[in-house]
């Protein structure tokens, strides 16, 4: 069976996420912060260097600047509940996700927040005239998503958050697509916040994602619970980032990330070449039959394609490749912004995603399955 769905979630991981997951549930198989005995130590003493390795990678300075939720999606709620306030203005991109779009319409229905949303067309314009077209005397954040979970077109634009940052507005990225793929460091780029997720690009097990913090935030946090420390408070204590982790944190996956992202420092250049290689083969294959429609084709990308057939339906498609071993995602892929700037929303997209672990030779498959599809 050949795995092109790997902007979902990565299949095949680093035999070291395997290796420490199961470490941990087998010679640890405790919780940090809830018991001062030697385990509980070791524990906490590996959550903290998860912070550490997580700092490193996307560039910050504080190894405390993050905060682990199950996933992005928890994080960017989390992000947004806590920073908006009543009358904010939020500007946004067409290609946010709904884990972005959802609980920013969400406020705006409950008359909290407002948002704009930038058109396919004027991500093409300068910094300066993307803020002048879409910001307000309110306005008070710029949300860019790396890259598109539909197309693969790599949205994140460093200029334009400098330029945000150069009017007073703050930044927010979500990284859930790409942050294995591109090289992001929030400290040179300004960046406020970023979320991210483990389970996709940066190769750890699902049930890890989390907010990373530029400055300590002075937000409430969105669960209440155990946290660990303070247990004497009747709410969450006032203590970074253990006050917004309320909860038992999933270690397994946590300390599976820890693995992941010491491989992919350790091995980056590499990693990043292999994966310019089979984004450039697959690019090359997908021209080779006129019958394909490849949404974005003409911007920077990451190695995720958003594809249609000619004459055949997407869901179609699916089930052919399918019947075929191969497997890949039909229909919205939770974007509907970008479905409706692309004009796809009636038939929906194929996507076919490549992970590290991808072949030429798979994709060699894949084309030629491809074009026997009539």
Same mark, same amino acid.
């Given at each position: ?83 908006? &306030? ?126 990373? &913090? ?52 350790? &091995? ?107």
């Amino acid at each position: 069976m050949i795995y092109f769905d790997n902007a979902a979630t990565t299949k095949q991981k680093p035999q070291e996420v395997y290796d420490a997951f199961l470490h941990y549930v087998q010679d640890i198989g405790v919780s940090p912060g809830r018991g001062s005995y030697q385990l509980g130590i070791e524990a906490s003493r590996m959550l903290y260097q998860t912070r550490k390795v997580v700092s490193e990678y996307f560039g910050l300075i504080r190894n405390s600047g993050v905060i682990f939720t199950k996933n992005s999606t928890e994080a960017i709620n989390l992000f947004f509940r806590g920073f908006l &306030c009543e009358g904010n203005h939020v500007v946004i991109t067409c290609y946010e996700h709904n884990a972005v779009l959802r609980p920013l319409q969400t406020m705006k229905e409950e008359g909290i927040i407002d948002f704009s949303i930038i058109s396919r067309d004027d991500l093409l314009l300068s910094p300066i005239e993307i803020c002048d077209k879409y910001f307000r005397d309110n306005t008070v954040l710029l949300v860019n998503t790396l890259a598109s979970n539909l197309t693969g077109r790599i949205i994140y634009n460093s200029e334009l958050i400098k330029e945000a940052k150069r009017r007073g507005v703050q930044s927010f990225v979500d990284s859930s697509q790409g942050a294995g793929k591109i090289q992001i460091n929030m400290s040179e780029g300004q960046i406020d916040y970023l979320a991210f997720t483990g389970h996709k690009d940066l190769m750890a097990l699902p049930g890890v994602g989390g907010l990373c &913090c530029l400055e300590k935030p002075k937000w409430k946090p969105l669960l209440q619970g155990g946290t660990g420390v303070l247990g004497d408070s009747y709410t969450n204590p006032k203590v970074f980032p253990e006050g917004y982790e309320a909860g038992t944190l999933n270690m397994p996956a946590i300390w599976s990330l820890h693995a992941s992202l010491t491989k992919m420092l350790d &091995c980056r250049n590499l990693i990043y070449q292999k994966e310019q290689e089979l984004k450039d083969y697959m690019m090359k294959k997908l021209s080779e039959d006129e019958r394909i429609v490849l949404y974005d084709s003409e911007f920077d990308r990451i190695g995720t394609f958003g594809i249609n057939l000619c004459g055949i339906k997407s869901n179609d498609l699916v089930k052919y490749l399918d019947e075929n071993e191969i497997c890949v995602r039909g229909g919205i892929h939770c974007a509907i912004l970008a479905h409706e700037a692309l004009g796809t929303v009636k038939d929906g997209v194929v996507r076919v995603s490549l992970g590290l672990f991808n072949t030429k030779e798979e994709i060699d498959t894949f084309s030629n399955i491809l074009k026997g599809c009539k």
